[in-house]
């Protein structure tokens, strides 16, 4: 009892850890792209104790210019240097792919984009009003269960309550403007437009989360 009881609180303490790491690795690109361009969204995801890669997708624009950028970690994509003793092996690790300093590192990519691409990808994303869209804190992380109502033999009214098959991913985004941040959190927001009544900014942050992973040629913000 008292040993799963410190195993839950140690997760607990190493999940709050990595979630202020990568607000930290935010907060810094939030600083640059304020200063280097015009209009900047940062998009992620999380998953409470997974082991999904860390995956930060950002697209900016500067006067016409659009540009596409992102930061990846996998642990499991680290080399592991077989045939190398193990302390030294991992001294190489950690310092051949170190997280330390600066976000803009070895994990760090510029994708390239065509100007053309770019206008159309730009326009594409602003046809879903990021800057003026609401997340949980005004849309909320659920509604009310309903249950199956029907009746027994005797004609007894029988209320039956199931639970939901509900994922436990958030996407959070970041729009950075020249003089302000706004940060949206949305809680797994294509199982709550099933499961509970449809809310269109839940959908257009859906929809952006698509034509990012297109344009990054991903299938999923975790993989």
């Not at 996998?74 to 001294?91: K, T």
């Not at 994990?107 to 800057?131: D, N, R, T, Y």
């Not at 990012?212 to 999923?220: D, I, N, P, V």
């Amino acid at each position: 009892m008292i040993r799963t009881l410190l195993f839950s609180i140690f997760a607990a303490l190493i999940c709050q850890t990595h979630i202020a790491k990568a607000n930290d690795r935010i907060n810094e690109l939030d600083s640059i792209f304020r200063l280097h361009a015009d209009s900047t969204i940062i998009f992620t995801g999380s998953i409470p104790f997974g082991t999904a890669p860390e995956n930060i997708l950002i697209i900016s624009k500067k006067g016409d210019t659009i540009s596409l950028f992102s930061y990846r970690y996998a642990m499991r994509e680290i080399p592991s240097y077989e045939g190398v003793p193990r302390s030294l092996a991992d001294y190489i690790s950690r310092t051949k792919y170190s997280r330390r300093g600066s976000v803009v590192g070895p994990f760090f990519e510029v994708h390239p984009i065509s100007e053309k691409k770019g206008k159309k990808l730009w326009s594409a994303l602003m046809q879903h009003h990021p800057w003026q869209l609401k997340d949980n804190a005004m849309l909320g992380t659920g509604c009310p269960v309903k249950p199956k109502v029907t009746k027994d033999k005797d004609g007894n009214t029988i209320e039956e309550y199931r639970g939901r098959n509900m994922e436990s991913h958030s996407y959070n985004v970041r729009l950075i403007t020249k003089t302000d941040s706004k940060k949206l959190s949305y809680f797994a927001p294509e199982d709550l437009q099933k499961e509970c009544p449809p809310e269109e900014d839940r959908q257009h942050i859906i929809s952006i989360k698509r034509l990012l992973l297109r344009s990054f040629g991903k299938k999923s913000i975790f993989e």
